[in-house]
């Protein structure tokens, strides 16, 4: 449904996307991010940055873009930026409320342009709500959801860097939501605002607990569940380089396997879901993996059915065989990084490099296309 062959700019990218224009407002974490990924696909992306931005070209986040600098308080480029919006398919910002109303480039004036538009707007709060103009960060946005509350030690939540709500709860949510409404607008013929909160993402990556709570498997607190650390048999132990190694033996069968290659003999771990008995043998399995190296384990846990892998650091990851023999990660200017996802079997994405451009010169040249 999403085809514009018709449209293709005279430089023809792949991926699923190709064809399609969004016209990006420059900002940080999860709204670049976002446009990383439909870049990825072969949407050809221009952000919009300020005069003097001189925006890293060698940027993670940053890659396949076209880059305008510009400055929006003043009219002229205000004009030229609604010229260039009548013959976008979408536009992603990520200003707190009001700000593009105030610019003179909210929902109501860009639509009145261009009714075919998706308007995707990227906050942590929200459009409206108590909050929505507050200032916050991804902790505090995974706060108020029960998704911190959830996750860390018994003694205190621990965040789990920005990838919950920035990322997870927010940049996949505002990609999700741009892709459905430009389905959405193929059919009708018509645009909307997608409204993608962080606050809502986080909120909703928590559905499977929620869940699990009202099954009665899932109690409020960490380290008490089979997901959250809780469990011996799933989590991190430490082995004596130092190096940890994850588990996640769940199902009986896996549990087996582990009690097999691990020689857990002991009585004891015939208890597998007695919550009571988790923390002894917890303990017990730290001693048993605290025994050899993390590559010892490696050897004779790794691509069984444990459930197991290595915990290792970025720059170990890029290295680990499946990694490489998968291309998950790729060089670009020196720089090791995630390579596009996911991946498409007759239109593949791939890593665009970004350039500099004319406001002027993209408008004409999608004028031309259209």
Known sequence: MLDQSAQNSSVRTSGPLSGFRIVEFAGIGPGPFACMMLAD??????????????????????????????????QAAIAEVLDLLANADALVEGFRPGVM??????????????????????????????LANAAGHDINYISITGALAAIGTKEAPV??????????????YLVVGVLAALLEASRSGKGQVVDAAMCDGAASLMSFFFDMTTLGRWTEGRNENFLDGGAHFY??????????????????????LLREHAGLTDPDFDAQMDRKAWPALKEKLKTVFKSKMREDWCKIMEGT????????????????????????????????????APRFSRTPSAVREPEVAEIGAVTKAWKAER
């Open 41 to 74: 696909m072969g949407a050809e992306i221009v952000t919009l940055d300020r005069v003097g931005a001189r925006k890293n070209m060698k940027s993670v986040a940053g890659r396949g873009r076209k880059v305008v600098e510009l400055d929006l308080k003043d």
């Open 101 to 130: 109303e105030r610019l003179g480039l909210g929902p109501d004036v860009v639509l009145a342009r261009n009714p075919k538009l998706v308007y995707g707007r990227m906050t942590g709060w929200g459009q409206q709500g108590p």
């Open 159 to 172: 965040p789990p860097l920005n990838l919950v709500g920035d990322f997870g709860g927010g940049a996949l």
């Open 235 to 256: 989590g991190v132990y430490e082995c004596a380089c130092g190096h940890f190694v994850s588990i996640g033996s769940i199902e009986p069968q896996f549990y087996a």
């Open 305 to 340: 059915d444990i459930c197991f892998a290595p915990v290792l650091t970025m720059s170990e990851a890029t290295e680990h065989p499946h990694m490489v023999a998968r291309n998950v990660f790729v060089e670009r200017h020196g720089v090791k990084q995630p390579a596009p």
